[in-house]
């Protein structure tokens, strides 16, 4: 039996917590400075779905976002995306649309979710739950609220993008 091995791309803009999210589903830790393993291109986790294994491959990028420097080898193959903003960056928020637009152009439309991460600093948010909801429809994507920090919902990510692409 052949398993399957999905490429995922998590992009959004810089300090959204891309590169904590992928560590802390593959290796299961979240540090307050993370910086990203040279030489690493992703980092992957196994898991079951519908009993099948499927084999979650997530690319981190170097970190160079704002400079519009991601590579066409980043994208290359995707097979689902994760598009993430910060609850406490505002700019971010408003930058999902160009990242969603981004990967269609150099992948087409490929299985998505939107992801608003930091909500343990609900408190500090800059983004209201109408806005976050009303983006999410209007975009038309699958939407969660993590906490890479306290470890919430961030396996439910990735679980519904294997079953979304799955179900291709
Ligand atoms: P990236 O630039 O998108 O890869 O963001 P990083 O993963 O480097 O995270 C940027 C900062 O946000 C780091 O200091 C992380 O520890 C922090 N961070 C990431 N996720 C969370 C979260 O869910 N809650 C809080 N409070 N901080 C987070
Ligand atoms: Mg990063």
New binding site residues.
Partial sequence: EVETAIKVVVV??????????I?RYCKGI?????K?TIGVDFLERQIEVNGEDVRLMLW??A?Q?EFDAITKAYYRGAQACVV?Y?IVDRDSFEAVEEWKKKVNEEVGEIATVLVQ?????VDEAVVTAEEAEEQATRLNLKFYK?????NTYVDDVFRFLAERYLAE
């Fill in positions: 959004g803009n810089g300090a959204v917590g891309k590169s904590s999210m560590q979240f540090t307050k400075d993370y990203k981190d990028t970190g976002e993430a910060s991460n930091k909500i343990d600093l993590t906490s890479v920090k306290d």
